[in-house]
């Protein structure tokens, strides 16, 4: 029995890379495209492509995922981003699971997605990760990317880097989700000052502290792990470029950390505008916003 799926888009001021996402997800059973009010032609372009459209305040990544799909009409789910692509092979290879029913051999499934940076490919979509003739095979890595799951069993947490909870077995299929978000330095940077305000505020709310010698070894430790251990070092100068990335991003996570701290206890000089930093993001999960279904049990990153 065919097992119908609904392919899910968050948006907001998407109008340049919708067309082509949409495109490439047009054999969904559904397509659902939830915005968080555009000022751009975002919705027109959706709906002008058949999606489904529902707008939503955004709060954090983590409980718009969850409020999305709860919107779903079918139980098994696709996430993809509006500067995400799927492959002609990872669509008939989740059309092939859906229409035999395999699908389900698994509660969700991790893809193997590829980011475009600085003129390279990462990781190699040349160098495909699943065993000859296999269409999906069991699989569990910290990290993973977890996207094509069931939502009666998953739900998001973390209100950036958001990882879904979900209990295993899970499975990888075959096929590649190209990611063409930050595909050069500028691009890199612009949106970093946001997503690392996003990550301190978390951290603060979480009660955690820090000092700046333990960020500056957050970072180094950072640039070691991905360089090192992840493999970085394997593609050259762009493997040392994206490591040295990651690494300012840790850094400034658990910098700006150390000052929400300081901001809230009082100690230096600080102005209005420092002072409204607490109060600016909220990291917090709206608990309507959780699925009813979403099972209990440990949390698995993905």
Same mark, same amino acid.
């Given at each position: 029995?065919?097992?119908?799926?609904?392919?899910?888009?968050?948006?907001?001021?998407?109008?340049?890379? #919708?067309?082509?996402?949409?495109?490439?997800? /047009?054999?969904? +059973?559904?397509?659902?495209?939830?915005?968080?009010?555009?000022?751009?032609?975002? *919705?027109?372009? /959706?709906?002008?492509?058949?999606?489904? *459209? =529902?707008?939503?305040?955004?709060?954090?990544? &983590?409980?718009?995922? $969850?409020?999305? %799909?709860?919107?779903?009409?079918?139980?098994?789910? #696709?996430?993809?981003? &509006?500067?995400?692509?799927?492959?002609?092979?990872?669509?008939?290879?989740?059309r092939e699971l859906?229409?035999?029913?395999?699908?389900? +051999?698994? $509660?969700?499934?991790?893809?193997?997605?590829? &980011?475009?940076?600085?003129?390279?490919?990462?990781?190699?979509?040349?160098? !495909?990760?699943?065993?000859a003739g296999r269409?999906? *095979?069991?699989?569990?890595?910290?990290?993973?990317?977890?996207?094509?799951?069931?939502?009666?069993?998953?739900?998001?947490?973390?209100?950036?880097?958001?990882?879904?909870?979900? !209990?295993?077995?899970?499975?990888?299929?075959?096929?590649?989700?190209?990611? #063409?978000?930050?595909?050069?330095?500028?691009?890199?940077?612009?949106?970093? $000052?946001?997503?690392?305000?996003?990550? &301190?505020?978390?951290?603060? %709310?979480?009660?955690? @502290?820090?000092?700046?010698?333990?960020?500056?070894?957050?970072?180094?430790?950072?640039?070691?792990?991905?360089?090192?251990?992840?493999?970085?070092?394997?593609?050259?100068?762009?493997?040392?470029?994206?490591?040295? @990335?990651?690494?300012?991003?840790?850094?400034?996570?658990?910098?700006?950390?150390?000052?929400?701290?300081?901001?809230?206890?009082?100690?230096?000089?600080?102005?209005?505008?420092?002072?409204?930093?607490?109060?600016?993001?909220?990291?917090? =999960?709206?608990?309507?916003?959780?699925?009813?279904?979403?099972? !209990?049990?440990?949390?698995?990153?993905?």
């Open positions: 029995m065919s097992i119908p799926i609904s392919a899910i888009v968050l948006t907001r001021d998407e109008e340049a890379n #919708l067309p082509e996402c949409l495109a490439g997800l /047009a054999w969904a +059973d559904e397509v659902l495209v939830v915005d968080s009010f555009s000022t751009d032609a975002t *919705v027109a372009v /959706a709906e002008g492509a058949g999606a489904r *459209v =529902v707008q939503h305040a955004f709060r954090n990544y &983590a409980a718009q995922r $969850n409020f999305a %799909q709860g919107q779903a009409r079918h139980d098994w789910v #696709l996430f993809v981003d &509006a500067d995400e692509r799927v492959s002609d092979e990872l669509r008939d290879t989740i859906a229409r035999s029913g395999k699908l389900a +051999d698994f $509660n969700g499934y991790y893809l193997h997605r590829a &980011a475009l940076f600085s003129g390279r490919w990462w990781p190699d979509p040349s160098k !495909p990760i699943m065993p269409l999906y *095979v069991e699989y569990y890595v910290p990290g993973g990317l977890m996207r094509l799951f069931s939502r009666r069993l998953g739900s998001w947490e973390r209100p950036l880097h958001e990882v879904v909870r979900l !209990p295993r077995p899970h499975g990888l299929v075959r096929g590649v989700l190209y990611h #063409l978000s930050e595909t050069n330095l500028s691009l890199v940077c612009e949106p970093l $000052n946001r997503y690392t305000d996003l990550e &301190a505020a978390f951290l603060h %709310q979480s009660g955690r @502290t820090t000092t700046i010698a333990a960020a500056a070894f957050r970072g180094a430790r950072s640039f070691v792990y991905h360089y090192c251990v992840r493999g970085l070092w394997r593609y050259g100068a762009h493997g040392f470029l994206m490591a040295a @990335t990651f690494s300012y991003a840790k850094f400034l996570n658990y910098a700006k950390l150390w000052e929400r701290v300081r901001i809230q206890r009082g100690q230096g000089i600080w102005t209005e505008h420092d002072r409204r930093l607490l109060d600016e993001f909220d990291t917090g =999960v709206w608990d309507d916003e959780q699925p009813r279904w979403a099972s !209990p049990g440990r949390a698995e990153d993905s």
